[in-house]
């Protein structure tokens, strides 16, 4: 690609800014200095910036921890979105949510611009568990669990895939789902089945990735290569 794209996109600035870095003699290209911003480079090609190594990503892979009343998505006319978040960070990035959670839920919410893989993990066919901290407001039941167990029939006739709920605390409140597809408000839909009511929801892993708890609400991180290999399925 062109030496101002790369630097535009490896150093998260606009390409006319990359044009500017090229032009003022700071880019090298294989330790000789470059002033043309339409320089073909490519990924064997060492380029540093002020003598840094300049990394190019082909994709971005993000971790974030949301916070209640933050909506998964890319815009929003009237909430702050999860891309808000992590947005300044990557400004000529075009990153979107890969799944969702409620506007009232918690937790691991993966954000990437790397459609292939969003629609890959996202697949029916894949079944990318995801793992839920619920709370109800009341006690899990041996028929629940049962029911998850064999596929639960939510209330439109749709016939779920089965899925695990397991108990986490002595009243039974607090619960542990792992879901294996990913249908609009389907734990809350779920447990409507058997009357029971979503407290509160916290998306605990993807993939057999775990939440990093060095996470505050609203922060984020990228996810190693060896992350992203795990919810792939690679």
């Known amino acids: 690609?062109?030496?101002?794209?790369?630097?535009?996109?490896?150093?998260?600035?606009?390409?006319?800014?990359?044009?500017e870095l090229i032009r003022s003699g700071r880019v090298t290209v294989n330790g000789a200095v470059c002033k043309r911003p339409d320089q073909q480079v490519s990924e064997v090609d060492d380029i540093c910036l002020d003598g840094r190594s300049s990394t190019h990503q082909d994709f971005?892979?993000?971790?974030?921890?949301?916070?209640?009343?933050?909506?998964s998505a890319s815009t929003d006319r009237h909430d702050t979105t999860v891309v808000d978040l992590v947005q300044a960070a990557y400004p000529r990035r075009e990153l979107f949510p890969a799944g969702r959670l409620?506007?009232?839920?918690?937790?691991?919410?993966?954000?990437?611009?790397?459609?292939?893989?969003?629609?890959?993990?996202?697949?029916?066919k894949r079944h990318v568990p995801k793992t839920y901290r619920v709370t109800l407001d009341t006690p899990l039941t041996a028929g629940m669990a049962a029911g998850f167990a064999a596929g639960v029939t939510l209330a439109d006739g749709t016939k779920l895939s089965p899925a695990e709920?397991?108990?986490l605390s002595d009243d039974g409140r607090t619960v542990r789902v792992v879901l294996h597809q990913g249908v609009y408000h389907q734990i809350k839909r779920?447990?409507?089945v058997y009357g029971a009511g979503v407290d509160a929801l916290h998306r605990e892993s993807i993939g057999g990735v775990p939440l990093d708890q060095a996470l505050a609400p609203g922060q984020w991180r990228e996810l190693t290569g060896e992350e992203v290999a795990r919810i792939a399925g690679r």
């Open 102 to 124: 409620d506007k009232t839920s918690t937790g691991f919410v993966l954000i990437t611009d790397d459609g292939a893989f969003a629609h890959d993990i996202l697949a029916p």
């Open 60 to 71: 971005v892979y993000l971790m974030l921890n949301k916070p209640q009343g933050v909506v």
């Open 1 to 19: 690609m062109r030496l101002d794209k790369y630097m535009a996109e490896s150093a998260q600035c606009t390409r006319s800014e990359s044009r």
């Open 190 to 192: 779920m447990f409507g």
């Open 165 to 167: 709920v397991t108990a």
